[in-house]
C-alpha cells in the first residue's frame, strides 16, 4: 500500500516564478495538510484540507494557496516566489484530523 | 492549536544508553503525539497517548503523560545509530491542525 506521495522531490525555481507542489494521500484519508520546513526549525503549518474543504490556514502570505481535489489529492501553489520560500515543503494525511498523520517524504524547493 | 516545547534542543549518547526527551505544553489536551524526522525527510508517527493513559509502549519507546503536569516523555532504550533523529512532540486539543516546536535534536554516537 502506497504511503503518501508529493512530487516533485526536489525543484529549483527563480525569483518572482511560480510554484505547484502536489501530493497523494494515502488511499482512503481524506485530510490532507501543508507544512514548510526551514533547515534547523520544526515544520510550519500552511494549510489542512478535510473532505475538500480548507479546516485551517497556517500565517502564510495569500501568495499561498492550495485545494483538494475530490480524489483527496492536494496542490499546494506559490506565487512570486522569494528567496526565503526556500525549504523543504511536507504533505501530511491522516484517516481522522485528531488521530496520527502520516508524511511524505517533502518536496525540497531552492529558489534563486 | 498549542505547542509542544521539546526538551532538551539537542541530546547526544553513546549507542547502547537510553535517552529521554520531554515535552511541555500549555492548556488541556485530548492526545499528544510523538513523530521522529531523519535528517531533510518526512516526519514519522512514533506513538500517540490519549489524554486518558498514564504511560504507552511501543517496542523500545515509552512514552508518559502527565496531564496535571502537561508534561510528557519519550524514551528510547537500548539506542542505535538508526535512532539519529529529530524528535517532535504535537499536544492535540481536537482536529486542528499539529503544531510543531524546535524539536530534540539526538545523536547516537557508534
Known amino acids: 500500500d502506497a504511503g503518501v506521495t508529493q512530487s516533485p522531490t526536489h525543484l529549483i525555481k527563480t525569483r518572482g516564478q511560480h510554484v505547484t507542489l502536489r501530493c497523494s494521500p494515502i488511499?482512503?484519508?481524506?485530510?490532507v495538510s501543508w507544512y514548510q520546513q526551514v533547515l534547523g526549525q520544526g515544520p510550519q503549518f500552511i494549510f489542512q484540507?478535510?473532505?475538500?474543504?480548507?479546516?485551517g490556514r497556517g500565517n502564510f502570505p495569500d501568495r499561498f494557496s492550495a485545494r483538494q481535489f475530490p480524489n483527496y489529492s492536494s496542490e499546494l501553489n506559490v506565487n512570486a516566489l522569494l528567496l526565503g520560500d526556500s525549504a523543504l515543503y511536507l504533505c501530511?494525511?491522516?484517516?481522522?484530523?485528531?488521530?496520527?498523520?502520516?508524511f511524505g517524504s517533502g518536496t525540497r524547493l531552492t529558489v534563486v | 492549536s498549542q505547542q509542544g516545547e521539546e526538551d532538551p534542543q539537542a541530546l547526544s549518547i553513546q549507542e547502547g544508553e537510553n535517552a529521554t526527551m520531554n515535552c511541555s505544553y500549555k492548556?488541556?489536551?485530548?492526545?499528544l503525539q510523538w513523530y521522529r524526522q531523519n535528517s531533510g525527510r518526512g516526519l514519522v508517527h512514533l506513538i500517540l497517548?490519549?489524554?486518558?493513559?498514564r504511560e504507552k509502549h511501543s517496542g523500545r519507546l515509552r512514552v508518559t503523560l502527565d496531564t496535571s503536569k502537561k508534561s510528557s516523555s519519550l524514551l528510547i532504550t537500548a539506542s542505535r545509530a538508526a535512532d539519529t533523529a529529530s524528535y517532535f512532540c504535537?499536544?492535540?486539543?481536537?482536529?486542528?491542525?499539529?503544531?510543531f516546536g524546535q524539536g530534540t535534536r539526538l545523536t547516537i554516537n557508534p
Open positions: 501530511a494525511s491522516s484517516l481522522v484530523p485528531q488521530w496520527g498523520y502520516t
Open positions: 488511499s482512503g484519508h481524506k485530510s
Open positions: 484540507y478535510y473532505e475538500k474543504e480548507e479546516r
Open positions: 492548556t488541556s489536551i485530548n492526545n
Open positions: 497517548i490519549r489524554s486518558n493513559e
Open positions: 504535537a499536544p492535540r486539543e481536537g482536529a486542528q491542525k499539529l503544531v
